[in-house]
């Protein structure tokens, strides 16, 4: 079965901190993707990143970091010197098979993020 | 470049009435989906939309039901609403582009209320 878990609900650190988000997943698939979005007040969910189970390099985009551990089942997102717009709820999720487009997205419950100034 | 468009933004309805959600996917895009987000919650899968055809369904029941126009663009309804249907519900959509495929792109959700 299909299983995203994101243990923290909620996290609060001050502006500079560094912070990471834990995502753990559950799959019998081989090819799947994982994905990371951030859901702001305003409801849209925006899309951070996907990876594909075949590619577990780590990646870094400006202050985001993500780090893909199959042997864990893990896909992790770190920001660094976290800003007060990142304070968000962000979401782990994961869809099955070689086209996550035509795949449904099982998404995790979710990591609100509080930056404090 | 428009991204997914939904309407209405918000909507209040009332118990057993029937509703009607409305999304226009991004320009390009020929796949839509649809997620339910309950307060404090991940979203849902409903269903998926391709080629004006349900691709994909999730566990909901058959109160719920869609359509995919020529155009691309989607509806969503809701029958014989409940308590519990009280939702932000989310359109997104993607290029299927056969063998290649694109992330989703959400839209900013209809926020249904039902008293």
């Known amino acids: 079965a299909q299983k995203v878990t994101q243990a923290q609900t909620e996290i609060s650190v001050v502006e500079k901190e560094d912070v990471t988000l834990d995502c753990v997943y559950e799959?019998?698939?081989?090819?799947?993707?994982l994905f990371w979005y951030k859901q702001p007040p305003s409801g849209e969910l925006v899309f951070l990143i996907r990876?594909?189970?075949?590619?577990?390099q780590n990646e870094i985009s400006g202050r985001y970091s993500w780090n893909f551990q199959k042997s864990t089942s893990s896909f992790n997102f770190t920001i660094t010197a976290s800003q007060v717009v990142d304070s968000a709820v962000y979401f782990c999720?994961?869809?099955?098979?070689?086209?996550?487009?035509?795949?449904?997205?099982?998404f995790g419950s979710g990591t609100r993020l509080s930056i404090r100034p | 470049d428009a991204g997914v468009t939904q309407s209405p933004t918000h909507l209040i309805k009332t118990r057993g009435q029937q509703v009607t959600l409305r999304c226009s996917p991004k320009?390009?895009?020929?796949?839509v989906s649809w997620y339910q987000q309950a307060l404090g919650q991940g979203p849902q899968f409903i269903f998926q939309?391709?080629?004006?055809?349900?691709?994909q369904r999730g566990n909901f029941p058959d109160r719920f039901s869609g359509h995919q126009f020529p155009n691309y663009s989607s509806e969503l309804n809701v029958n014989a609403l409940l308590l519990g249907d009280s939702a932000l519900y989310l359109c997104?959509?993607?290029?299927?582009?056969?063998?290649?495929?694109?992330?989703?792109?959400f839209g900013n959700g209809t926020r249904l209320t039902v008293t």
């Open positions: 997104a959509s993607s290029q299927d582009m056969g063998r290649l495929n694109s992330p989703l792109h």
């Open positions: 799959t019998r698939d081989t090819t799947y993707y």
């Open positions: 990876r594909n189970s075949f590619d577990e």
């Open positions: 999720a994961l869809s099955e098979g070689p086209y996550s487009s035509a795949s449904k997205i099982i």
């Open positions: 320009s390009g895009h020929d796949t």
């Open positions: 939309y391709y080629e004006e055809e349900e691709r």
